[in-house]
């Protein structure tokens, strides 16, 4: 048995009543910096382990999987589809920087979620749902939870920019939006939380209940709530699908949830902005990847083709450009 077994054995009473071991420990594939696995204790209550990797020095803009835990409860208690988190582990722990939660049915592969026959039922109402449940994340109240960074939409324009200045790229289409996007930089009236990183990928759906949980919360801030809902209709994250919203719904669906939900009130204008930088931010992450393949301080061929969805990035550009013209 390993450490990892042995640590989360001990904890398995803290997990369900009743139970006294963890069995079938495995490790899933993905997640680029975090480590994910899952097992069940020995009264089979399926569970996920989010852990940092000990030989990890940072995962950049990632908050702390403790704040992460934080985040998903305060979720839960404000009615979003999120994980139950049972466990938080300290980094000095003997488990690590990690926490545990209930495992959720369904799918997180955009291209089967936007795509597939078995999710064709609940793709028309899946927009809705995931209004809903921003509405949900974005009324959470800001008192109590951890510390966070605070991120406007020039702040997050600024940001990439920087990171495409420092590539030393030259591209004149990455120009043309940074121009655009510069000069109408909308103004934060009130921060909210924002999930920073809410798309289809990131999302758990049942091909009969739909949306069944919001993952993956390690970029999260305080910001612009369409920040959010422009993230998600980003086209890279539609895999596919002919719908805007991740590839499986209207604009006007989404929007009218979140409005129905208790959101205030968001034009589409302010939304397709958000959509355009967020084309930028994902081109800008596309070069960076490619430059570790081309530098070689990365040579993976998983860089490599990463690395070659900038153009793609590029055309999405010119499309919203040529259309807010």
Request: hydrophobic letters at 40%.
């Amino acid at each position: 048995m390993s450490d990892l077994e042995q640590a989360l054995s001990a904890l398995a009473p803290t997990l369900d009543a009743g139970a006294k071991t963890t069995v079938n420990l495995r490790r899933l594939s993905g997640g680029a910096s975090q480590e994910t696995w899952a097992f069940e204790t020995d009264t089979g209550v399926p569970l996920i382990l989010r852990r940092k990797p000990p030989s990890a020095a940072g995962s950049g803009n990632a908050v702390p999987l403790a704040t992460e835990a934080a985040l998903i409860q305060a979720a839960s208690k404000a009615g979003a589809p999120v994980p139950r988190v049972l466990a938080v582990s300290a980094p000095d722990s003997e488990i690590g920087e990690a926490y545990v939660m209930g495992r959720l049915e369904g799918e997180t592969l955009g291209k089967r979620i936007a795509r597939d026959p078995p999710f064709a039922g609940v793709r028309p109402g899946l927009a809705a749902q995931c209004g809903k449940a921003l509405a949900a994340i974005h009324s959470i109240p800001l008192e109590g939870l951890p510390e966070l960074v605070t991120s406007s939409a020039l702040t997050e324009l600024e940001k990439y920019e920087a990171v495409y200045r420092s590539a030393g790229a030259e591209r004149p289409i990455f120009e043309a939006a940074i121009r655009y996007l510069r000069d109408r930089a909308p103004k934060m009236d009130t921060p909210v939380l924002v999930h920073g990183d809410f798309r289809n990928g990131n999302i758990m759906v049942h091909p009969e209940q739909g949306l069944t949980g919001v993952l993956d919360w390690e970029l999260a801030h305080l910001g612009d709530p369409a920040e959010d809902l422009g993230w998600i209709c980003t086209r890279s994250w539609r895999f596919g699908g002919g719908k805007p919203v991740g590839g499986f719904g209207d604009y006007a669906d989404l929007l009218e949830a979140y409005e129905a939900a208790g959101g205030k009130a968001v034009s589409l204008e302010r939304v397709l902005y958000w959509e355009m930088l967020g084309s930028l931010k994902w081109g800008c992450m596309c070069l960076t990847m490619y430059l570790a393949y081309a530098t070689g301080s990365d040579p993976s061929v998983e860089r490599a083709m990463i690395g070659r969805r900038t153009s793609e990035t590029e055309i999405d550009l010119v499309a919203l450009l040529e259309a807010a013209s």
